[in-house]
C-alpha cells in the first residue's frame, strides 16, 4: 500500500483560492493513478477528481469542473489540487487516494490519507 498524507487546508472566504498537497510513501508512486475526494458532515464522500499514473488524463465532477485543477509531480511524489472560486458547499474533509486506476469510485483506490479540512465562510 501507498501511505498517503494531505496538507493545505484551512479556512477561506468564498471566491478564493487553496492548494491541496497529498505526498505518497510506499509503493512506487508513479504507478499508480490518485484521486480527490471529500466529505461534507452528514454526506457520503464524493468524488472530486482524478489523475492518470502520468497525468496526461484527468477527471473531475461537475461541480468543480472548470474551478478544480488535479497535477502531479512523480519525481516529488506528490499529488496537487489547486481550487479556485471556491464555494461554500465546497466545504468538507479532502481526501486523496491511490489505486491502480484512475475512476470516480471509492472502491477503485485501497489507500487513503487522513483528509484536510477545507471551509469557505464569509
Known amino acids: 500500500q501507498v501511505q498517503l498524507v494531505e496538507s493545505g487546508g484551512g479556512l477561506v472566504q468564498p471566491g478564493d483560492s487553496l492548494r491541496l498537497s497529498c505526498v505518497a510513501s510506499?509503493?512506487?508512486?508513479?504507478?499508480?493513478?490518485m484521486g480527490w475526494f471529500r466529505q461534507a458532515p452528514g454526506k457520503e464522500r464524493e468524488f472530486v477528481t482524478a489523475?492518470?499514473?502520468?497525468?496526461?488524463?484527468?477527471s473531475y465532477a461537475d461541480s468543480v469542473k472548470g474551478r478544480f485543477t488535479i497535477s502531479r509531480d512523480n519525481p516529488k511524489n506528490t499529488v496537487y489540487l489547486r481550487m479556485n472560486s471556491l464555494k461554500p458547499e465546497d466545504t468538507a474533509v479532502y481526501y486523496c487516494?491511490?489505486?491502480?486506476?484512475?475512476?470516480?469510485?471509492?472502491?477503485?483506490?485501497?489507500?487513503w490519507g487522513q483528509g484536510t479540512q477545507v471551509t469557505v465562510s464569509s
Open positions: 487516494a491511490a489505486g491502480p486506476r484512475s475512476s470516480s469510485s471509492l472502491n477503485d483506490y485501497d489507500s
Open positions: 489523475i492518470s499514473w502520468s497525468g496526461g488524463m484527468a
Open positions: 510506499g509503493r512506487t508512486f508513479g504507478t499508480g493513478a
